[in-house]
């Protein structure tokens, strides 16, 4: 069985015509609905407490979110909108997969799904920024450390977008390591490969650009030769997936060519994983602006995280240029 959080206040983060909308929640429960709800329980996500968002935030951040929201919202930047409700939602965003590390650091179940907006990747101790208000894997992340039990959390970001704020959280940290696919160049224009954090974080930033047009072979090739290997080394007593789904082949938003089976695989790939080190999984989602093929791909996330089946081997070769970069800080990864 799997968790799936949810809360009705991600609907009252209204934005409009904005591609970050409530549709795609709608969308995502409306395939589930049809698949049965496939081993899964659902559960309403909590508040999230100042306590837990100072984790990661700044208060003076906190008290600006929630001033704005007071007002009525509007935009914060070019890209990012809010509304009244968006600061209880954000509340909710964050304090769902908090809670959610809490029950699967105590044995109760093998995975969750956080399928609550806004989303959270984007957002910095200080700023707001990308569609995202507070960064909900990240206060997941600092809270499954201080407070639930895990020594060390491994990230893995497949959203299309470079998380910038998860990596500038967490970029002097050794308690994490925040490993990203993205495609490159795009918005926010961070996430060169040469950056590996910094003080007893480097090496623990393990970036994984990728150029318009790459493929579902790409993406799990960079997952099963470079992330999966680390992530052996480091041995995290949680793993979590930032898991955007606006890499996909019908995304209006990016340039890059994964098919909804190819998200199947990295979960089954990470789901084996987390298996083999016998912590579970936690997910957050991020973007994905096509709803119908959002949907389909968080289906078959769910559905690969909550079985056995296996992913297929992606070529090494894909990986190979990573691997030559990363290979200082993680002499475990394997040239092909």
């Known amino acids: 069985m799997g968790l799936y959080f949810s809360h009705a206040s991600s609907l009252d983060h209204d934005t409009g015509a904005h591609p970050e909308n409530g549709s795609r929640l709608r969308a995502i429960e409306a395939a589930l609905d049809e ?21 990661v935030h700044v208060p003076e951040h906190i008290d600006a979110i ?17 509304s009244e409700g968006s600061f209880e939602a954000a509340l909710h965003a964050a304090g769902g997969p908090v809670n959610a590390a809490e029950r699967l650091l105590a044995g109760e179940d ?19 920024m990308g569609f995202c208000l507070f960064n909900n ?9 201080e407070a639930a039990g895990a020594e060390r959390v491994l990230v893995l970001d497949w959203d299309i977008h470079h998380g910038n704020g998860t990596e500038a959280i967490f970029a002097r940290s050794d308690e994490v390591v925040y490993a990203s696919i993205h495609q490159w160049p795009l918005y926010p224009g961070t996430g060169p490969v040469d950056y590996v954090g910094v003080g007893a974080g480097e090496g623990h930033t393990v970036n994984l650009p990728v150029p318009p047009g790459s493929d579902s072979e790409t993406f799990l090739s960079l997952v099963q030769h470079v992330v999966v290997p680390i992530a052996r080394e480091f041995r995290p007593g949680l793993v979590a997936i930032s ?15 994964v098919d909804t ?30 709803p119908a093929a959002l949907a389909a791909s968080v289906v078959a996330t769910v559905r690969a995280l909550g079985s056995d089946a296996e992913a ?18 993680w002499p475990v990864l394997v040239a092909a």
Do not use: K, N
């Open 110 to 128: 093998r995975f969750a799904f956080c399928a609550l907006r806004p989303p959270g990747h984007h957002a910095e101790a200080a700023r707001a």
């Open 35 to 55: 698949a049965g709800w496939p081993g899964l329980e659902r559960v309403e996500a909590p508040a999230a407490t100042r306590e837990q968002l100072a984790r």
């Open 137 to 145: 894997i990240a206060v997941a992340s600092a809270h499954a450390i």
């Open 243 to 257: 898991a955007g789904y606006d890499a996909h082949r019908d995304d209006p938003l990016a340039d890059c060519a």
């Open 66 to 82: 929630e001033r704005f929201a007071a007002s009525g919202g509007g935009m914060l930047d070019v890209d990012t909108i809010g």
């Open 261 to 290: 089976e190819g998200y199947g695989h990295m979960a089954a790939t990470m789901r084996a994983l987390a298996s083999e080190l016998d912590v579970p999984v936690l997910v957050c989602l991020e973007g994905g602006y096509d």
């Open 312 to 329: 297929p081997q992606a070529l090494r070769e894909r990986a190979a240029p990573f691997v030559d970069r990363h290979r200082a800080h």
